[in-house]
């Protein structure tokens, strides 16, 4: 069974940072695009940025964008998303997602594919940006 496991999450000041780490068991990240998506309290859950196969394309939500940056470790087959300068508004859970018809999807670039395009998800992450 595949599983893809979040961590990093945390309570953080504003302006602060925190690092996101994707793993997976019984699965290679390195083979598809790993994307993230966030959901915060009362709202739907958002996709802010993706790492396509083989580190080609990525993306970012206007929202992160310029503060956010994924990454793979290719060796340690994970995925991370560098977060800084964060806002009260980038509290929420976070998940990665991969798998489905996601990598084809990304290959050329665009936006985020939407949720049913990925087959599998992890629990997610809490971050909380607070003083």
């Known amino acids: 069974q595949v599983q893809l496991m979040e961590s990093g999450g945390g309570l953080v000041q504003p302006g602060g940072s925190l690092r996101l780490s994707c793993a997976a068991s019984?699965?290679?990240?390195?083979?598809?695009?790993i994307a993230w998506f966030r959901q915060a309290p009362g709202k739907e859950r958002e996709g802010i940025s993706y790492i396509s196969y083989g580190g080609t394309e990525t993306y970012y939500a206007d929202s992160v964008k310029g503060r956010f940056t994924i990454s793979r470790d290719i060796p340690k087959d994970t995925v991370y998303l560098q977060m800084h300068n964060l806002e009260p508004a980038d509290t929420g859970v976070y998940f990665c997602a991969t798998g489905g018809r996601a990598t084809i999807a990304t290959s050329s670039g665009g936006p985020v594919p939407s949720e049913a395009m990925f087959e599998y998800w992890g629990q997610g992450t809490q971050v909380t940006v607070s003083s």
């Open positions: 019984r699965f290679t990240l390195e083979r598809y695009t």
